[in-house]
T-cell receptor, first 113, second 115 residues
Framework: EAGVTQFPSHSVIEKGQTVTLRCDPISGHDNLYWYRRVMGKEIKFLLHFVKESKQDESGMPNNRFLAERTGGTYSTLKVQPAELEDSGVYFC???????????FGQGTRLTVV | AQSVTQPDIHITVSEGASLELRCNYSYGATPYLFWYVQSPGQGLQLLLKYFSGDTLVQGIKGFEAEFKRSQSSFNLRKPSVHWSDAAEYFCAVGGMGGSQGNLIFGKGTKLSVKP
């Protein structure tokens, strides 16, 4: 069974550009989470989808970040326009239920120059 | 506010030596506690978790952790480290109502293993 898959694994963009990160959860997992780790800091929760609905987006840093999960399958996280401080590793995780183990993807390393 | 502290940023141990990684948490209620590991190029993998019951928890890869409420700690241990254990280790607290996906992580401890 495929795990959580994230694309791309690395992305280097210039400040002001737009980047879209994608997460494919484990098939059948209704719950999908986005996290971010800025260099040297904690891994921080961004938001939680249940199917296509945003259950909790309290960790989204600002309105330059837009997460979607159309159809309740894969999810995208768009950063527009990107700023230098957006650099970091973005992790996605999924779980079957809200109270079952969450499985993490390998992350997307985003560098904004 | 809930938080997790991992006081050691980087630890180096010799292969075969014992290991203890420290984790302290701040949480208003009974916490749900987790340890994850991230090997190079890999995602986060759950090593073990504590919800209730026996305070000594066994996990995968020979790891164990002990929950000590009086010390607000959940330290990770392994009696004999293997070179393949070199990775970054994250302690996390979660479980707002039992959620295992909305977690608060520590900054991580990077483990290096000397031959």
């Amino acid at each position: 069974e495929a795990g959580v898959t994230q694309f791309p694994s690395h992305s280097v963009i210039e400040k002001g550009q737009t980047v879209t990160l994608r997460c494919d959860p484990i098939s059948g997992h209704d719950n999908l989470y986005w996290y971010r780790r800025v260099m040297g800091k904690e891994i921080k929760f961004l938001l939680h989808f249940v199917k296509e609905s945003k259950q909790d987006e309290s960790g989204m840093p600002n309105n330059r970040f837009l997460a979607e999960r159309t159809g309740g399958t894969y999810s995208t996280l768009k950063v527009q326009p990107a700023e230098l401080e957006d650099s970091g590793v973005y992790f996605c995780a999924s779980s079957q239920e809200w109270n079952t183990e969450a499985f993490f993807g390998q992350g997307t390393r985003l560098t904004v120059v | 506010a809930q938080s997790v502290t991992q006081p050691d940023i980087h630890i180096t141990v010799s292969e075969g030596a014992s290991l203890e990684l420290r984790c302290n948490y701040s949480y208003g209620a009974t916490p749900y506690l987790f340890w994850y590991v991230q090997s190079p190029g890999q995602g986060l993998q759950l090593l073990l978790k504590y919800f209730s019951g026996d305070t000594l928890v066994q996990g995968i890869k020979g790891f164990e952790a002990e929950f000590k409420r009086s010390q607000s700690s959940f330290n990770l241990r392994k009696p004999s480290v293997h070179w393949s254990d070199a990775a970054e280790y994250f302690c996390a607290v979660g479980g707002m109502g039992g959620s295992q996906g909305n977690l608060i992580f520590g900054k991580g401890t990077k483990l290096s293993v000397k031959p």
